[in-house]
């Protein structure tokens, strides 16, 4: 069987000129940019609230966001919005041949290291998306274009400490 | 907007979410080590496309207001709240030095079959669960020094204009040394 | 030709007009003229004059009346608790948040209506809400509240209850002796419109 050679990535300044423009159609037709932790939060609202309304009562979090969200938690822009970069990202990935079930990691560590720093990574990025108010897509990126104050702060917040820390996690990389 | 309906927001949410889950798989960002490689010089692929993009869409919405085709007082701009942006930012960034990964591109790396961005993914679910259940304790912390929506041109106490293309000459400075230290590494496609 | 260079080629000089261009302050009209034509028809921007005189005497907190009129005009005499913005002056910064909000009813005056109108034109179409005009401005309220008429003998009930309040009113207001009650039981006074409570820039919600 030929063995297709994935096409290669596009280059970057060509791609970040065509998600600037994504994110200008996402301000220009909805007035508001792009994002990505809030549609977990809908998620994790609709999931505890299924399977147990009094936790999501406890909690002043999720309850004002089930309030404020009435009807369904789940109708919400930033979750249409993820549905399609699950098909959007798929879509690329087919037409390059990119598809297939991989764990990634640097060949100077195990896949089982990678999968434990992958999930302790996801629930600090988790955590601190909430405590944020956004993530690199929400926070950083739509707040950048915006010239929100937010958004350069918690931007920086972030580059400045994965750079700071990036040496004590080398191995996992280099 | 009430130009358009609800569930014509949701899909164009959904095609304009097509679009970035598109763009950002074509520029490698469901690979978690090109990701981190801006941290280490290997592959600035995260630097050119995030300060590219930042810029387009600012300067996109900028042109937009001078030909009045959009009204700037109607753009969402994210509330400052000072502490929580910095802790969460702080957070946000330990969690990307060791997923190598945001939410938005472990989507993106999920929907091409990465298993490590799906762990990724179930770990961002265990966060923001954590986050709502312990919320009594750090609720002060999340509503702390509320600055209202200030824009960054406004604080430095200059044009929105003027600070555009201060931010355009300090990306291009900072794109030249990033393709300087790109050289230092073999160039690897991952 | 580097794509480096070829991208800085193209965004430093749309950085440059973007800098030197003057930012745009205009602000949209937001009713079309059709809208703008159908309440001019209706009339709906008129406050008659008992309705706030009977506000003044309750000391309603919603009322604030403005002026119009050019300061001079405004020193030498004004209705209790009134403000000034002159008509020139109607589109600066600095009286915008007392035009476009949604806890007070605001009503234009001057000395007839023309120029109360004028102001209620360009902020209606600014889209703001609750913003009225005097009916008859200082004139009318002169003759009405201040030195009302005596209706003839044949007139109904209405007209002598009305006549009795502007009266007292008028004492009231024009500081008289008498102190006046405000208005319980006959309706003379209109309906007062209610507050419109309008999200004052209607964002969409955004964020993570």
Same mark, same amino acid.
């Given at each position: 069987?030929?063995?297709?050679?994935?096409?290669?990535?596009?280059?970057?300044?060509?791609?970040?000129?065509?998600?600037?423009?994504?994110?200008?159609?996402?301000?220009?037709?909805?007035?508001?940019?792009?994002?990505?932790?809030?549609?977990?939060?809908?998620?994790?609202?609709?999931?505890?609230?299924?399977?147990?309304?009094?936790?999501?009562?406890?909690?002043?979090?999720?309850?004002?966001?089930?309030?404020?969200?009435?009807?369904?938690?789940?109708?919400?822009?930033?979750?249409?919005?993820?549905?399609?970069?699950?098909?959007?990202?798929?879509?690329?990935?087919?037409?390059?041949?990119?598809?297939?079930?991989?764990?990634?990691?640097?060949?100077?560590?195990?896949?089982?290291?990678?999968?434990?720093?992958?999930?302790?990574?996801?629930?600090?990025?988790?955590?601190?998306?909430?405590?944020?108010?956004?993530?690199?897509?929400?926070?950083?990126?739509?707040?950048?274009?915006?010239?929100?104050?937010?958004?350069?702060?918690?931007?920086?917040?972030?580059?400045?400490?994965?750079?700071?820390?990036?040496?004590?996690?080398?191995?996992?990389?280099? | 907007?009430?130009?358009?309906?609800?569930?014509?927001?949701?899909?164009?949410?959904?095609?304009?979410?097509?679009?970035?889950?598109?763009?950002?798989?074509?520029?490698?960002?469901?690979?978690?080590?090109?990701?981190?490689?801006?941290?280490?010089?290997?592959?600035?692929?995260?630097?050119?496309?995030?300060?590219?993009?930042?810029?387009?869409?600012?300067?996109?919405?900028?042109?937009?207001?001078?030909?009045?085709?959009?009204?700037?007082?109607?753009?969402?701009?994210?509330?400052?709240?000072?502490?929580?942006?910095?802790? %969460? *930012?702080?957070?946000? #960034? /330990?969690?990307?030095?060791?997923? &190598? !990964?945001?939410?938005?591109?472990?989507?993106?790396? @999920?929907?091409?079959?990465?298993?490590?961005?799906?762990?990724?993914? %179930? *770990?961002?679910?265990? #966060? /923001?669960?954590?986050?709502?259940? &312990? !919320?009594?304790?750090?609720?002060?912390?999340?509503? @702390?020094?509320?600055?209202?929506?200030?824009?960054?041109?406004?604080?430095? *106490?200059?044009?929105? #204009?003027?600070?555009?293309?201060?931010?355009?000459?300090?990306?291009?400075?900072?794109?030249?040394? @990033?393709?300087?230290?790109?050289?230092?590494?073999?160039?690897?496609?991952? | 030709?580097?794509?480096?260079?070829?991208?800085?080629?193209?965004?430093?000089?749309?950085?440059?007009?973007?800098?030197?261009?003057?930012?745009?302050?205009?602000?949209?009209?937001?009713?079309?003229?059709?809208?703008?034509?159908?309440?001019?028809?209706?009339?709906?921007?008129?406050?008659?004059?008992?309705?706030?005189?009977?506000?003044?005497?309750?000391?309603?907190?919603?009322?604030?009346?403005?002026?119009?009129?050019?300061?001079?005009?405004?020193?030498?005499?004004?209705?209790?608790?009134?403000?000034?913005?002159?008509?020139?002056?109607?589109?600066?910064?600095?009286?915008?948040?007392?035009?476009?909000?949604?806890?007070?009813?605001?009503?234009?005056?001057?000395?007839?209506?023309?120029?109360?109108?004028?102001?209620?034109?360009?902020?209606?179409?600014?889209?703001?809400?609750?913003?009225?005009?005097?009916?008859?401005?200082?004139?009318?309220?002169?003759?009405?509240?201040?030195?009302?008429?005596?209706?003839?003998?044949?007139?109904?009930?209405?007209?002598?209850?009305?006549?009795?309040?502007?009266?007292?009113?008028?004492?009231?207001?024009?500081?008289?002796?008498?102190?006046?009650?405000?208005?319980?039981?006959?309706?003379?006074?209109?309906?007062?419109?209610?507050?419109?409570?309008?999200?004052?820039?209607?964002?969409?919600?955004?964020?993570?």
């Amino acid at each position: 069987m030929k063995e297709k050679t994935p096409k290669k990535y596009i280059n970057p300044y060509l791609g970040g000129v065509l998600l600037g423009l994504v994110l200008l159609a996402a301000n220009f037709i909805s007035g508001r940019g792009l994002g990505a932790s809030g549609a977990i939060k809908s998620c994790v609202v609709t999931a505890v609230t299924t399977i147990s309304p009094s936790a999501t009562e406890s909690s002043d979090f999720l309850k004002e966001y089930g309030k404020a969200h009435a009807g369904s938690p789940m109708k919400n822009w930033l979750v249409f919005e993820m549905l399609g970069v699950i098909v959007g990202g798929f879509l690329s990935g087919a037409w390059a041949g990119r598809l297939n079930f991989k764990v990634e990691h640097s060949p100077k560590i195990t896949s089982r290291k990678r999968l434990i720093m992958a999930l302790s990574g996801g629930i600090l990025f988790g955590f601190g998306s909430q405590l944020g108010r956004g993530c690199t897509s929400g926070s950083a990126l739509s707040g950048m274009a915006v010239l929100s104050l937010g958004g350069f702060i918690t931007m920086m917040a972030i580059f400045g400490t994965a750079f700071g820390l990036a040496y004590f996690f080398r191995k996992n990389w280099i | 907007m009430d130009i358009i309906s609800e569930n014509t927001n949701f899909l164009l949410a959904f095609i304009i979410g097509i679009g970035f889950g598109f763009v950002l798989e074509q520029s490698g960002f469901s690979s978690s080590r090109k990701l981190a490689g801006i941290f280490y010089g290997y592959d600035t692929v995260v630097l050119k496309v995030f300060f590219t993009a930042a810029i387009t869409a600012m300067l996109g919405l900028l042109f937009f207001s001078l030909f009045g085709w959009v009204d700037l007082n109607l753009v969402y701009v994210n509330p400052t709240y000072l502490y929580s942006a910095i802790a %969460g *930012g702080v957070i946000m #960034g /330990v969690g990307f030095i060791m997923g &190598g !990964y945001c939410p938005g591109t472990s989507f993106c790396g @999920a929907s091409i079959g990465k298993i490590d961005a799906l762990v990724f993914i %179930g *770990g961002l679910f265990i #966060g /923001v669960m954590i986050f709502g259940a &312990g !919320y009594s304790l750090w609720d002060q912390l999340y509503m @702390a020094k509320f600055l209202g929506s200030p824009k960054v041109s406004e604080t430095l *106490g200059m044009s929105d #204009g003027f600070f555009a293309l201060l931010l355009i000459l300090a990306a291009l400075g900072m794109f030249w040394v @990033a393709e300087l230290a790109e050289k230092k590494f073999p160039s690897e496609e991952y | 030709m580097k794509p480096l260079v070829r991208l800085a080629l193209f965004i430093v000089p749309l950085g440059l007009i973007i800098a030197a261009v003057p930012q745009n302050k205009t602000k949209p009209y937001k009713l079309t003229a059709n809208q703008l034509l159908a309440e001019v028809n209706t009339r709906t921007q008129y406050i008659a004059p008992e309705t706030v005189a009977d506000m003044m005497l309750k000391k309603d907190p919603t009322l604030q009346l403005i002026d119009v009129r050019s300061q001079d005009e405004f020193e030498k005499f004004n209705l209790t608790g009134s403000i000034n913005i002159p008509i020139t002056d109607l589109l600066s910064d600095k009286y915008a948040d007392v035009l476009d909000q949604d806890t007070k009813m605001n009503i234009f005056y001057s000395h007839g209506t023309i120029q109360a109108n004028e102001a209620w034109m360009i902020t209606r179409q600014l889209g703001y809400k609750n913003n009225y005009v005097l009916e008859g401005g200082l004139n009318y309220w002169f003759e009405a509240i201040l030195n009302p008429q005596k209706p003839a003998s044949t007139s109904s009930d209405e007209e002598f209850a009305k006549y009795d309040f502007r009266k007292s009113a008028g004492q009231a207001l024009g500081g008289g002796a008498v102190a006046a009650q405000p208005m319980i039981s006959a309706p003379v006074s209109g309906p007062v419109p209610p507050i419109q409570g309008a999200p004052k820039k209607k964002k969409a919600a955004g964020g993570c």
